[in-house]
């Protein structure tokens, strides 16, 4: 998967790692924004067993 999508991106070696730095930028600001949000209510984590 990194490897078509190294060969996808373009221009030259540089150019591409700024490009996928600012790709899992992206990725990160949303799911920290909208996933983990709206997944956080159906995983139990604060759902404590001993009183």
């Known amino acids: 998967m990194y490897a078509a999508l190294w060969r996808v991106l373009p221009g030259p070696v540089w150019a591409k790692a700024v490009q996928c730095l600012v790709l899992v930028v992206l990725v990160v600001a949303v799911l920290f924004q909208w ?17």
């Open 35 to 51: 996933v983990f949000p709206a997944v956080a209510d159906l995983v139990p984590f604060n759902d404590n067993t001993v009183g």
